[in-house]
């Protein structure tokens, strides 16, 4: 079974400042990470992935995360969080092992930026 | 490119009628979508797998034949929530899988349900 933990449901930064927001995972295999951005009343939108490449992802917007096998994480960072990086962020693991390549998702980070 | 579109964004209907959501890949072509649902302030939960020309594939605990799901072409996943309850009042999120790209997912704006 794989599984996927974000260890905080709101985080609270101010401006300038760096974001930190925490993943875990739980996977039988070698699994395809994602970091995806929930604004209010938009869709979801990709951060950034990891499949087996290189373990520091970049995204868009300036965030990266990074794979780390033995602590079983993929943290996403931003050195300086900005007023429009408000919104809810999904850690999501691929279940690849079915075939089906479904998603699961963490249960959500709430981020406000605060001036 | 990789865009996925949601038809309705919200809608609003009685107890007992059905309502048909429509889920589209715009420039590229989607052998599997998925559809999910979310709770507010909750996360996103797979409902099923949906495959073109073929029967969907439905999470353990949701009705098969309450969420009727077609998957008909490759651009084009319905799903068709029947005889809706209140209860039935969420959040609906579907994604494309690219056919040549299998580790990406691209979402939908999301379908607001209310069922008065």
């Known amino acids: 079974a794989q599984s996927v933990t974000q260890l905080d449901s709101h985080v609270s930064v101010s401006e300038g400042t760096p974001v930190l927001l925490r993943c875990n995972y739980s996977?039988?295999?070698?699994?395809?990470l994602f970091w995806y951005v929930q604004h209010p009343n938009k869709g979801l939108q990709l951060l950034l992935k990891?499949?087996?490449?290189?373990?520091l992802v970049k995204g868009i917007n300036g965030f990266e995360a990074e794979f780390k096998k033995s602590e079983t994480s993929f943290h996403l960072t931003k050195p300086s969080a900005h007023m429009s990086d408000a919104a809810e962020y999904f850690c999501?693991?691929?279940?690849?092992?079915?075939?089906?390549?479904?998603?699961?998702f963490g249960s959500g980070t709430r981020l406000q930026v605060q001036p | 490119g990789a865009v996925v579109s949601q038809h309705p964004s919200r809608v609003i209907c009685k107890s007992g009628t059905s309502v048909k959501i429509e889920c589209r890949s715009l420039?590229?072509?989607?052998?599997?979508m998925f559809w999910y649902r979310q709770f507010p302030k909750k996360s996103l939960m797979l409902m099923a797998t949906?495959?073109?020309?073929?029967?969907?594939?439905?999470e353990q605990g949701v009705e098969k034949d309450k969420f009727l799901i077609n998957h008909a072409s490759l651009t084009l996943s319905t799903l068709t929530v029947t005889s809706a309850h209140p209860e039935d009042s969420s959040f609906y999120i579907c994604?494309?899988?690219?056919?040549?790209?299998?580790?990406?997912?691209?979402f939908g704006p999301g379908t607001r349900l209310l069922v008065l």
């Open positions: 994604s494309a899988r690219p056919t040549e790209a299998q580790e990406t997912q691209y």
């Open positions: 996977s039988s295999y070698s699994p395809s």
């Open positions: 990891y499949t087996s490449a290189a373990t």
């Open positions: 999501v693991v691929s279940l690849s092992d079915t075939g089906r390549r479904a998603l699961t």
């Open positions: 420039d590229f072509q989607a052998t599997t």
């Open positions: 949906s495959n073109e020309g073929s029967k969907a594939t439905y």
